[in-house]
């Protein structure tokens, strides 16, 4: 019987990006396994945490692989004047998620939002409510939830993150440390956030951006990731790969430097 790997993320983990493969898409290629992503673009700690958790009310996967996402600014929706304004906004980092499917929507859903100002209530979120700290707590609070159900449940669990996380401010200020301490940091597949491997790898000079403001890894780093980092926890998990993985490789490479011939007017 093939094992089940649940992913969760944001949009570098996101299985439906059109452009090309990211390393969830690549997972069920690469390993012998049943796979179940809910990632979706731009979202954040809430969203990921709670996709993750109304899949484990139904399913017990045999991994759990998370890639967190600090600083954003996840609410579900149901007005749908309100989901309207959203939509219509000047920015597509503004669109509304269906935590059903994983897909956006129309309807209600969350709104997983960039830190733009486009719509005028996030404006006034932005510039008259937001705290740094009170969004920390937030994001550690959901990935507190998370990690404490997976112990609950007996499930292996492991994560990454998308940008470096503050660990100077999040030990020493008074209202996050508390969270923080319990917050089990040797369960990262690396120290490193994506964003500092996306920047130190050769590839990065061919990032690009097919949609105005994606931060999507382009293929080639998308495999070092898999390959490099995911894979040999996977391994130790008694995963096997399949016999043809390493074509990956090569159509990764194949991927990235045709967008980038396509997109680079973009940038």
């Known amino acids: 019987m093939k094992k089940l790997i649940i992913t969760a993320g944001s949009g570098p983990s996101y299985l439906r990006w059109r452009h090309w493969p990211t390393w969830t898409k690549m997972l069920p290629l690469y390993f012998n396994c049943k796979h179940v992503d809910v990632s979706a673009p731009a979202a954040g700690n809430l969203y990921i945490a709670r996709s993750v958790i109304r899949q484990l009310d139904n399913i017990t996967p045999d991994v759990l692989l998370v890639q967190w996402n600090f600083g954003k600014f996840d609410l ?150 898999l390959d490099k980092i995911i894979s040999p926890i996977l391994l130790n998990k008694g995963y096997n790969k399949n016999k043809k993985y390493f074509s990956l490789e090569i159509l990764c490479k194949k991927f990235t430097k045709e967008n980038y011939e396509k997109f680079k007017k973009k940038m």
Request: charged fraction near 25%; glycine fraction near 2%; proline fraction near 3%.
């Open 76 to 225: 579900y929706v149901e007005n749908q004047e309100f989901i309207d304004i959203v939509l219509n906004s000047r920015s597509i980092r503004n669109f509304i998620v269906d935590p059903e499917d994983c897909k956006t929507t129309t309807g209600a859903g969350y709104w997983c939002s960039s830190n733009d100002n486009t719509v005028e209530w996030k404006k006034y979120y932005n510039e008259k409510i937001k705290s740094k700290a009170g969004a920390a707590m937030d994001d550690l609070q959901n990935m507190l939830t998370l990690q404490n159900l997976c112990y609950k449940k007996n499930i292996y669990y492991r994560f990454f993150t998308h940008s470096d996380v503050e660990h100077e401010f999040l030990t020493t200020n008074k209202n996050t440390k508390s969270i923080y301490k319990e917050i089990d940091w040797s369960l990262q597949v690396t120290d490193r956030s994506l964003q500092a491997i996306t920047n130190a790898h050769p590839s990065a000079i061919y990032n690009v951006s097919p949609e105005r403001e994606s931060i999507v890894p382009c293929a080639d780093i998308q495999w070092f990731l």
